[in-house]
T-cell receptor, first 110, second 120 residues
């Protein structure tokens, strides 16, 4: 079992709709969780981080964390073509390392 | 957010030469920096973790004598690809971890813009 799992996609979402990206992790002692966006040919860019159970909103982005289910998600409202990218979920584990998932490729179709 | 720079952004070199890539944290001190490699359409692969003033810790399968890492200060880490070969052509990305704790919990990792290495 991978430490951080994401569906590789591609996930295709119509423009204006909500894109939902999911991630599960295996280390129950993980403390904090990050979402990065990576455009093709570019390096990852931090979008959001979340530490506490529940929702955290920042503009069109909402991160959701459920530690009991070991599940973290990212919602993107009013999806735009510029949101098309690969989204990486990352987890700060109990071993004091940030572990990255392999990413979900998101495509927003006009 | 914190800013991490990398230099050069791209480099083309002949097989057998060595290439040095610099990674700097511009507005924060990074006791820990990470070096990743990414091949086209593949995920990030952690190569090594470097801590200021100590030897780097390499991931399994990464040759430490080929990929020399020096973390000489709290704001600078360098990766030298020695005797580069075409199979070393890749996108090399550094990342720096902040030492501050937000909301009483862990650190945050910021990425440099990456260096695209092409070995002819």
């Amino acid at each position: 079992q991978k430490e951080v799992e994401q569906n590789s996609g591609p996930l295709s979402v119509p423009e204006g709709a909500i894109a939902s990206l999911n991630c599960t992790y295996s280390d129950r002692g993980s403390q904090s969780f990050f979402w990065y966006r990576q455009y093709s040919g570019k390096s990852p860019e931090l979008i959001m981080f979340i530490y506490s159970n529940g929702d955290k909103e920042d503009g069109r982005f909402t991160a959701q964390l459920n530690k009991a289910s070991q599940y973290v998600s990212l919602l993107i409202r009013d999806s735009q073509p510029s949101d098309s990218a690969t989204y990486l979920c990352a987890v700060y584990s109990s071993a004091s390392k940030i572990i990255f998932g392999s990413g979900t490729r998101l495509s927003i179709r006009p | 957010g914190a800013v991490v720079s990398q230099h050069p952004s791209w480099v083309i070199c002949k097989s057998g030469t060595s290439v040095k890539i610099e990674c700097r944290s511009l507005d924060f001190q990074a006791t820990t920096m990470f070096w990743y490699r990414q091949f086209p359409k593949q995920s990030l692969m952690l190569m090594a973790t470097s801590n200021e003033g100590s030897k780097a810790t390499y991931e399994q399968g990464v040759e430490k004598d080929k990929f020399l890492i020096n973390h000489a200060s709290l704001t600078l880490s360098t990766l030298t690809v020695t005797s580069a070969h075409p199979e070393d052509s890749s996108f090399y990305i550094c990342s720096a971890r902040t030492s501050g704790r937000a909301e009483g919990l862990s650190y945050t990792q910021y990425f440099g813009p990456g260096t695209r290495l092409t070995v002819l």
